[in-house]
């Protein structure tokens, strides 16, 4: 639970929501115009496309289970069993990317903005439930609390419309950019003779 008395917890909680929650939304968008300027459905294709929504659905779910979930220190080994997974599938998808296309200096920022928005995320929340973060480790005097449960201090009604909004723009995003690809990798019926 937030301490709604403590000011850093506070203002925390305002970064996350208002601040790394639209600047995830904005970088996912300028990725995907720049993938969309590039053309990629004709360079690496739908295996590209694929590990993009990879990515999305994994901070998605992330996204989902800070927001409807008591932070302890199961949601907290979560969100970084995810953040290391998201690590993984970017690797996975640079590696495959570089071999079959140019990654232009503006998508390697917008790259470089996407790999820190989970982590600085997940660094805030282990900040603002420093108890539960530092029991996972077996520091500190709270016993950790592995159970998944609704959160105690639901979020307003603002922060409700935010989170699926920013989740439709960008899945809309990169199933548009998915199915770009699948069809660039349709082959072209040829004529009868």
Do not use: K
């Amino acid at each position: 639970m937030t301490d709604h008395t403590d000011p850093t917890a506070v203002a925390l909680v305002h970064v996350l929501v208002w601040g790394l929650l639209p600047l995830w939304a904005g970088s996912g968008l300028a990725d995907w115009w720049c993938h969309r300027r590039l053309r990629i459905e004709h360079s690496a294709g739908w295996p590209e496309s694929a590990l993009h929504l990879a990515m999305l659905a994994e901070l998605g779910i992330g996204v989902t289970f800070a927001a409807l979930l008591h932070i302890n220190a199961g949601v907290l080994a979560t969100l970084l069993v995810l953040c290391l997974l998201h690590e993984a599938t970017m690797v996975a998808d640079l590696v495959y990317a570089e071999r079959l296309r140019r990654i232009p200096p503006l998508e390697q920022w917008v790259h470089g903005v996407q790999h820190a928005m989970p982590w600085a995320a997940w660094v805030a929340l282990a900040v603002i439930h420093q108890g539960q973060a530092l029991a996972i480790l077996g520091l500190g005097i709270q016993a950790p609390d592995w159970r998944f449960a609704p959160r105690l201090d639901p979020l307003p009604p603002s922060v409700w419309l935010l989170i699926p909004g920013i989740g439709a723009v960008l899945a809309s995003a990169f199933i548009e950019e998915f199915a770009r690809a699948m069809r660039a990798a349709r082959p072209v019926p040829r004529p009868a003779p």
